[in-house]
Nanobody, 124 residues
Framework: QVQLVESGGGLVQAGGSLRLSCAGS????????MGWFRQALGKEREFVAA????????YYADYVKGRFNISRDSAKNTVYLQMNSLKPDDTVIYYC?????????????????WGQGTQVTVSS
């Protein structure tokens, strides 16, 4: 029912910025909480940020607070992750996530729907 497609990844220098986008489709997509996870080679999948279906509540991992911002545009069925002050440690694949149970499910890594991922590479 729900399809998620990420875009916006790429190569950036340390200290630079990127904005990731996740476009969704589905009959009730606009009512789903959404979020972002990331995973580096050989590492566990890691929570990044989440946003409630109305966009009124946001959640961030400690390591991205003050650097990343999550937002959504319900009219476009799209969630964004604005990434600023990027570091080499941010060089991972970022995955879009969505769930009808709310943002707590996203934060816990139990979102029902996942995108295919987009690669972010930050040069030192």
């Amino acid at each position: 029912q729900v399809q998620l497609v990420e875009s916006g990844g790429g190569l950036v220098q340390a200290g630079g910025s990127l904005r990731l986008s996740c476009a969704g489709s589905g009959r009730t997509f606009s009512t789903y909480a959404m979020g972002w996870f990331r995973q580096a080679l050989g590492k566990e999948r890691e929570f990044v940020a989440a946003i409630s279906w109305r966009g009124r509540s946001t959640y961030y991992a400690d390591y991205v607070k003050g650097r990343f911002n999550i937002s959504r545009d319900s009219a476009k069925n799209t969630v964004y992750l604005q990434m600023n002050s990027l570091k080499p440690d941010d060089t991972v694949i970022y995955y879009c996530n969505a769930d009808y149970m709310g943002p707590s499910t996203i934060v816990a890594g139990r979102g029902t729907y996942w995108g295919q991922g987009t690669q972010v590479t930050v040069s030192s």
